[in-house]
């Protein structure tokens, strides 16, 4: 997490530790994450330690789509000039770092939505559970 001199909340980006501040225009956020191959990338808006919207940019492999620039496209025209701010969620759904996993899958279903992110006690932001973890563990043989 980047914590700006000026106080100023930023953008943290699950690939790589790529920040963007809240200010960027979309246009530069999505040039920066074209360098990134993942499937989502998941922004999060942070005020102080807590968790204020989250934003998906959906991607795929450079080599399936023949470059990035079709995928991002979409988000150059209409929203190119303005603020990350302003495609971010409302207060997300979080889940506590001592919540079940079940508990954390109900969220999911209920709220429509692949991530979760996990705070603290002091809802401080310590993790992120996308719905892949629940397909690895499936997939381990460890949510039986």
């Known amino acids: 997490m980047l914590k700006l001199s000026s106080g100023v909340s930023a953008f943290v980006l699950s690939v790589a530790g790529l920040v963007a501040a809240p200010y960027l225009l979309i246009w530069l956020a999505c040039r920066n994450l074209q360098f990134w191959f ?4 998941i922004a999060l808006a942070l005020a102080g330690c807590c968790v204020l919207g989250v934003y ?30 302003a495609v971010m969620s409302g207060v997300p759904i979080t889940a506590r770092q001592d919540e079940t996993l079940g508990r954390v899958a109900n969220l999911m279903l209920k709220h429509q939505v692949h991530h979760i992110p996990i705070v ?11 719905s892949i973890e629940f397909v690895r563990l499936a997939a381990d043989g460890q949510g039986d």
């Open 38 to 41: 993942a499937r989502v990338v």
């Open 56 to 85: 998906a940019f959906d991607a795929v492999s450079e080599d399936a789509q023949g470059g990035l620039n079709i995928i991002f496209a979409s988000i150059y025209q209409p929203a190119g000039n303005d603020e990350v701010a």
């Open 120 to 130: 603290n006690s002091n809802k401080k932001l310590v993790g992120m559970v996308s």
